[in-house]
């Protein structure tokens, strides 16, 4: 089946510092990405859709120059939490939609297992 | 804007006995509709989605779902639940192509012995 991947799995950091994530297809190609963020004990909050070789689109709310997505290749993109707060900490949950779909609502996407940030 | 409602936030059933997840949804039109189950240390799986057709939906270790246009529900059901069903579910809709899944605030299932 479909895998993705994400490193690290789980990060502490200090305030003020950037971390990075990264979010890989291992056996598929996908130039479509997302990135979700999930806080204890409640659901998950699209934060952007990456796109392989374009800027990534950012949800209402979400500020582009403090979450920087590169989706460099069709395996892998990344989330830089940059200038890092302790209101950052939470988990970070990418999928990927695989590049054989035909594209619509009701293609499949395919979770990594997140990554959790502590900003201290 | 559409948003998902699942209004158990914690179920606790015994194992053998038989499971069922509510979620709502409130959207003009009929959005496609997914369940995803989330264990620790894994990602979400996707249990099954509804996109058209027949409104009863079969999906993976023995679940399904009915859609309900009357009561914009799309309700999770296992007949014989498993210890390793002990898990969160999440109901999410994506209202057009696009893949833009909103979720529902998802409901943790316990199993008892």
């Known amino acids: 089946g479909a895998v993705v991947s994400q490193h690290p799995s789980r990060v502490i950091c200090k305030s003020g510092t950037s971390v990075k994530i990264e979010c890989r297809s291992l056996?598929?190609?996908?130039?479509?990405m997302f990135w979700y963020r999930q806080f204890p004990k409640q659901s998950l909050m699209l934060m952007a859709t990456?796109?392989?070789?374009?800027?990534?689109?950012?949800e209402q709310g979400v500020e582009k120059d403090k979450f920087l997505i590169n989706h460099a290749s069709l395996t892998l993109s990344t989330l830089t939490v940059t200038s890092a707060h302790p209101e950052d900490s939470s988990f970070y949950i990418c999928?990927?939609?695989?590049?054989?779909?035909?594209?619509?609502?009701?293609?499949?996407?395919?979770f990594g297992p997140g990554t959790r940030l502590t900003v201290l | 804007a559409q948003s998902v409602t699942q209004p158990d936030i914690h179920i606790t059933v015994s194992e053998g006995a038989s499971l069922e997840l509510r979620c709502n949804y409130s959207?003009?039109?009929?959005?496609?509709l997914f369940w995803y189950v989330q264990s620790p240390g894994q990602g979400l799986q996707l249990l099954l989605k509804?996109?058209?057709?027949?409104?009863l939906v079969q999906g993976i270790k023995g679940f399904e779902a009915e859609f309900k246009r009357s009561q914009s529900s799309f309700n999770l059901r296992k007949p014989s639940v498993h210890w390793s069903d002990a898990a969160e579910y999440f109901c999410?809709?994506?209202?057009?192509?696009?893949?833009?899944?909103?979720f529902g605030g998802g409901t943790r299932v316990l199993v008892k012995p």
């Open positions: 999928s990927a939609r695989a590049d054989t779909t035909s594209g619509g609502a009701a293609d499949e996407q395919f």
């Open positions: 056996d598929f190609q996908a130039t479509t």
């Open positions: 990456s796109n392989e070789g374009s800027k990534a689109t950012y």
């Open positions: 959207y003009g039109a009929t959005p496609y």
């Open positions: 509804y996109f058209s057709g027949d409104t």
């Open positions: 999410a809709v994506d209202k057009a192509a696009g893949n833009k899944l909103t």
